[in-house]
């Protein structure tokens, strides 16, 4: 089976001089490995809760430098997922944050020809490009924002709507390019701001874009706890709607404190289909959800 997940920030815990040698990775190289499917998973370079304002240092190339460390460690860098193959580390590198652009949509060639495929404008906080979800701004993208997104197409860098604002969201869908929710839920069962709304979800559906299944549990329900059966019912929402052949995986792990019982890395992602199964999904639809669909999804952009 083909398993892609399209969101972790496995760069960001690494860059951390002062971690803790013995706290455990969400993604390793093990968990990536075990069995005979064929594993992606994507690592985001993410610019950090203060819009890199933080850093002496470019915490982009921290994580690029965490990056190389992972690849000499036999994690394999791939720009498309036919390249994928089992028993390896396939790992595909992507943005989470406009301001890794900078102000110069000239970045956007240099992240390309770096290999990365997907790149979301905004995290939580407004930034040159565009607004968050959780601002409440119903503004939409900024000129540099229009720009870049313009830039990212084509490159053929998918344009990732978890963290942009409705408006924001409606104004990258008006497009024949479809956009990707690389780790988003659905708004109508846990009222997040960041969550996607009934309309956005069709919208998606109609342009063929992609839906990642966030787990962290603060997205999957109200009450802040969540189990496997939650994340499900979030997939069969989706289902519900139409969306069986643009909805997947986007786990979020290593940028989530909290995780749904049962799932609590990587290696813990087959219990994941499992639970569908056992809700009803057949071995067709539980294919396209495990990696299937994001593999196509990545040929449509």
């Known amino acids: ?27 390793t190289k093990e968990f990536l490995t075990q069995g005979d499917d064929v ?20 915490i982009i190339q921290l994580e690029l430098a965490a990056f190389e460390r992972l690849k000499a460690d ?13 028993g390896v580390a396939n790992v595909m590198l992507t943005i989470e944050g406009g301001e890794a652009f900078g102000d110069s949509v000239d970045a956007v060639d240099a992240f390309a020809d770096m290999g990365v495929r997907i790149a979301a404008p905004i995290w939580n906080n407004e930034n040159l490009l565009a607004h968050s979800a ?14 870049v997104i313009a830039q990212m197409r084509k490159r053929h860098m998918a344009v990732d709507l978890s963290h942009l604002n409705i408006r924001g969201t409606m104004e990258v869908l008006d497009s024949d390019i479809p956009p990707i929710a690389t780790h988003s839920c659905a708004y109508t069962l846990c009222k997040a ?19 990642g299944v966030n787990f962290y549990p603060g997205f999957l ?11 499900v019912d979030h997939m069969a929402y989706i289902c519900d709607m139409g969306g069986e052949s643009i909805l997947g995986l986007g786990s979020d792990f290593d940028g989530i404190d909290k995780y749904p019982e049962g799932l609590y890395n990587a290696g813990d992602v087959p219990k994941l ?13 539980v294919a396209l959800i495990a990696g299937e669909n994001f593999a196509a999804y990545m040929q449509r952009i």
């Open 273 to 285: 289909f499992d639970a569908m199964r056992k809700r009803g999904f057949d071995e067709k639809l």
């Open 221 to 231: 329900d109200d009450s802040g706890a969540a189990d496997i059966s939650r994340v």
């Open 193 to 211: 701001a960041r969550n996607l709304n009934d309309e956005q979800i069709r919208k998606l559906i109609s342009a063929g874009g992609f839906i």
């Open 74 to 86: 036999g994690f394999v860098q791939i720009t498309e997922i036919s390249q994928a193959k089992a």
């Open 39 to 58: 594993r992606v998973q994507a690592l985001a370079l993410f610019v950090g809760s203060n819009g890199m304002r933080d850093y002496d240092e470019n």
């Open 1 to 27: 089976m083909l398993i892609c997940d399209a969101h972790a920030d496995t760069l960001w815990q690494m860059k951390f001089p002062d971690r803790p040698a013995d706290l455990p990775f969400d993604i």
């Open 134 to 147: 959780t601002s409440g701004s119903g503004e939409g993208l900024k000129p540099l924002g229009h720009a």
